[in-house]
């Protein structure tokens, strides 16, 4: 997928409006990961080495289009301003009156930083004349939040066809990755699907069944295949509307030549509880009063070597209940396989918001080849959706 992107001579001397996800955790007032705003530093730099002056803006939690000073981005400012050394400025609105003062007196060098977008309700209902507002001052845009480009919102989609705009860094890396697992991977092709729900990851499974060779199955959704298979699984997760669906998935599969792995053994606790007392147990004998939190450690090593000898891994869904430590192992032996065929020379790619949030617990996040900003974007790329913040700049 080529996309339209700026060169320097694009945005040389010109106002630009980017569109960041400055969505970050806030403790105590002030930015508890700067993650988020790290992934935007390539493109605003590269703004700024151009000679743009750059106006950033963004969401920040869900303000449900009131003004609610609880979602404020100022501490966000002062966080970019920390990391980078550059004078930002913080502008109490993101359209209006405020913006038409700050940019009459924009220095160079100075970044604007406009108040959370989401206090307008007309940003999540993509209109136009919000945008138009939005864009008011300025002379390209920029989108370069892959992580909300699955909505079609005034500062994702309508503003991209106001002004000459371009696709930041960010989302170039997001899409070169990501395509390079989800259209042309190389083979052998291991898909890796753990999280709670299978009905979450149907649409990914329906688009990528015929496309991997080995399908790993792993986390909560992997009891309703198990159950599908005719095994008892106590007190597990079990989407008991979906076993339909499951049955005829291993049927395809069977019928396509596409290996699917299901657990062989589960770490089983009685109660949902990070210190209930846990057993390693093979996953034909869950007794009735378990339920499988993690996978096994035999499941861990089969899934280990599977993974060592793909040259693509795509990865969304963890293997177990990763935020309690003694179900944490499945996920971490899955996340150290992955650095692992890195290092051999894979391309590995995690996508999903808590994917990506156990490969960083683990400390590996710069082990592999990509770990998406995006969870639920990333999600809808490889369910082959098109992102409605992206088609604007798909050229081919
Ligand atoms: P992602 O955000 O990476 O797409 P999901 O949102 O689908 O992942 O799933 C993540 C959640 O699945 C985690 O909160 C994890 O605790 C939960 N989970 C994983 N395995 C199990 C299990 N066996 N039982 C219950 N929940 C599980
Ligand atoms: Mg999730």
């Known amino acids: ?20 996800d400055f969505n970050v955790p806030l403790a105590g007032g002030k ?10 530093l390539p493109t605003l730099t590269a703004l700024r080495e151009a000679g743009a002056k750059i106006a950033l803006v963004s969401h920040l939690g869900r303000p449900k289009g009131t003004v609610n000073l609880k979602y404020t981005l100022e501490p966000v400012g002062e966080e970019l301003a920390k990391l980078t050394g550059w004078t930002v400025r913080f502008v109490p609105d993101c359209i209006g009156e405020k913006v038409d003062e700050a940019v009459a007196e ?37 989108m ?4 909300a480009a699955h909505r079609a919102h005034a500062s994702t989609r309508a503003a991209a066809e106001l002004i000459p705009s371009f696709c930041g860094k960010l989302i170039e890396r997001e899409i ?3 395509s390079a697992a989800r259209d042309n991977p190389k083979k052998p092709f291991v898909l ?15 688009n990528m069944l015929k496309k991997a060779d080995t399908i790993l ?40 030549g596409v290996k699917i792995v299901l657990p062989a053994d589960a770490v089983v606790a009685p109660e949902f509880k990070a210190d209930a007392p846990s057993n390693v147990v093979p996953a034909d004998a869950i007794p009735q009063d378990q339920m499988g939190l993690d996978i096994g450690p035999q499941t861990a090593e089969i899934f280990t070597k599977e993974i060592l000898s793909a040259k693509t891994v795509l990865w969304n869904g963890p293997m177990g209940v990763f935020e309690m430590p003694a179900f944490a192992k499945g996920t971490e032996a899955v996340a150290k396989a992955l650095a692992d065929a890195t290092a051999k020379g894979a391309l590995t790619v995690v996508g999903g918001g808590d994917s990506a949030a156990a490969i960083a617990l683990f400390k590996m996040e710069d082990k592999v080849s990509h770990v ?18 992206i088609e604007p700049y798909v050229i081919g």
């Open 217 to 256: 199955i792993g986390g909560g959704m992997a009891f309703t295949f198990l159950k599908a298979q005719g095994l008892e699984i106590g007190k597990s997760l079990c989407e008991t509307e979906k076993l339909d669906f499951a049955g005829k998935m291993l049927e395809e599969a069977k019928t396509l």
């Open 372 to 389: 998406s900003t995006g969870g639920g974007a990333s999600l809808e790329f490889f369910e082959g959706k098109s992102l409605p913040g």
């Open 1 to 20: 997928m080529r996309l339209k992107t700026f060169s320097p001579s694009d945005v040389a001397g010109k106002k630009v409006l980017v569109r960041v």
């Open 31 to 40: 930015v508890s990961d700067d993650t988020r705003i790290k992934a935007h």
């Open 192 to 206: 890796i699907l753990g999280g709670a729900k299978v009905s979450d990851k149907i649409a990914v499974v329906e």
């Open 176 to 178: 070169t990755m990501l």
């Open 106 to 142: 924009w220095k160079d060098g100075e970044v604007l930083l406009l108040e959370n977008v989401r206090f307008h309700p007309e940003e999540e209902k993509n209109d136009t004349d919000f945008a138009k507002k939005l864009v008011k001052d300025f002379d390209v845009f920029v």
């Open 144 to 147: 370069d939040a892959f992580s």
